[in-house]
T-cell receptor, first 110, second 113 residues
């Protein structure tokens, strides 16, 4: 299994729909998890941290499943402005290793 | 605009030349990262500093790349000599310490001719 793996997409989703994607990780010692958003030719920007209990920020919900070693991102009522690449980041505090996934491309269609 | 400062924003140079990038992290951030990102790929970590010390440079091509953070604040990344395959976006990020969210600079887009 790759260290951090994401479905590259693209996910083509109509505006207003709900979309979800996962990110799997191989290191069971991983401690910190994040979702970043990256627009074309821009720098990644932190979308949300992923906590063990899950967390929600408006239309966005992130979940962690330690048993199956994946994190998920759910976007409700999708907007055109949600079109971007979503990067999963896994940080193993034990060896300070940070791994970015290759990203999942999301296109919201009008 | 990003709080992590990077310069230059764009760099075009010929192969075999030397290239240098500069990064000034968010004030007080002890951890600094340099990434390389090829279009369509996720960022690849080149080097991670904790204060002035290198924590991880396992993916840094040390025959041509070097990085330093002498005073534990700003940092430079150098490539000498540059090769065609080095064309990419070079991103700098910082965090208060390892394991905390990273904040990215605008990046330097490098094109090698």
């Amino acid at each position: 299994r790759k260290e951090v793996e994401q479905d590259p997409g693209p996910f083509n989703v109509p505006e207003g729909a709900t979309v979800a994607f996962n990110c799997t990780y191989s290191n069971s010692a991983s401690q910190s998890f994040f979702w970043y958003r990256q627009d074309c030719r821009k720098e990644p920007k932190l979308l949300m941290s992923v906590y063990s209990s899950g967390n929600e920020d408006g239309r966005f919900t992130a979940q962690l499943n330690r048993a199956s070693q994946y994190i998920s991102l759910l976007i409700r009522d999708s907007k055109l402005s949600d079109s971007a690449t979503y990067l999963c980041v896994v940080d193993s505090n034990r060896d300070d290793k940070i791994i970015f996934g290759k990203g999942t491309r999301l296109h919201i269609l009008p | 605009e990003a709080e992590v400062a990077q310069s230059p924003r764009y760099k075009i140079t010929e192969k075999s030349q030397a290239v240098a990038f500069w990064c000034d992290p968010i004030s007080g951030h002890a951890t600094l990262y340099w990434y390389r990102q090829i279009l369509g790929q996720g960022p690849e970590l080149l080097v991670q500093f904790q204060d002035e010390s290198v924590v991880d440079d396992s993916q840094l091509p040390k025959d041509r790349f070097s990085a330093e953070r002498l005073k534990g604040v700003d940092s430079t990344l150098k490539i000498q000599p540059a090769e065609l395959g080095d064309s990419a976006m070079y991103l700098c990020a910082s965090s208060s310490h390892s394991g905390q969210p990273q904040h990215f600079g605008d990046g330097t887009r490098l094109s090698i001719l």
